[in-house]
Nanobody, 126 residues
Framework: QVQLVESGGGLVQAGGSLRLSCVAS????????MGWFRQAPEKERDLVAA????????YYVDSVKGRFTISRDNVKNTLYLEMTSLKPEDTAVYYC???????????????????WGQGTQVTVSS
C-alpha cells in the first residue's frame, strides 16, 4: 500500500508561485502514473495535471497550461507541482494521487487513481 503526503500549500497573492510536493512511502512509485487533482468548495475533484511513469508524457487542464508544471523524481519517490502566475480561481485543496496499475501513459480518469494523499490547501488572494 502506497501512502502519499502532500506539502507546500499556503496563502499567496495573485500572481505568486507555490511548489507542491507529494512524498510517497510504502511502495516505489516509479511504475505508477501520478496526478494532481484539486477540489474547491462545493465542486467536484478535478484533474489538474498528470504524468506517466517515467515523466515522458504529461497532461494539463486548459486553465493551467503554461502556468503549472508537473514533474517527478523517481529516485526520491516524489511528485511535484510547480504553480506560477496563480489566480484566485486556483484556490482549492490539492491532492496527489497514484494510478497503481502500470500503463505507458497517464490516466485522465479519477476512478483509475487508487491511492490519494490527504490534500494541501492553496489559497490565492486577489
Amino acid at each position: 500500500q502506497v501512502q502519499l503526503v502532500e506539502s507546500g500549500g499556503g496563502l499567496v497573492q495573485a500572481g505568486g508561485s507555490l511548489r507542491l510536493s507529494c512524498v510517497a512511502s510504502g511502495r516505489i512509485i516509479a511504475t505508477y502514473g501520478m496526478g494532481w487533482f484539486r477540489q474547491a468548495p462545493e465542486k467536484e475533484r478535478d484533474l489538474v495535471a498528470a504524468i506517466n511513469w517515467d515523466g515522458s508524457n504529461s497532461y494539463y487542464v486548459d486553465s493551467v497550461k503554461g502556468r503549472f508544471t508537473i514533474s517527478r523524481d523517481n529516485v526520491k519517490n516524489t511528485l511535484y507541482l510547480e504553480m506560477t502566475s496563480l489566480k484566485p480561481e486556483d484556490t482549492a485543496v490539492y491532492y496527489c494521487a497514484a494510478d497503481v496499475n502500470w500503463k505507458p501513459t497517464y490516466s485522465g480518469y479519477r476512478e483509475e487513481y487508487a491511492a490519494w494523499g490527504q490534500g494541501t490547501q492553496v489559497t490565492v488572494s486577489s
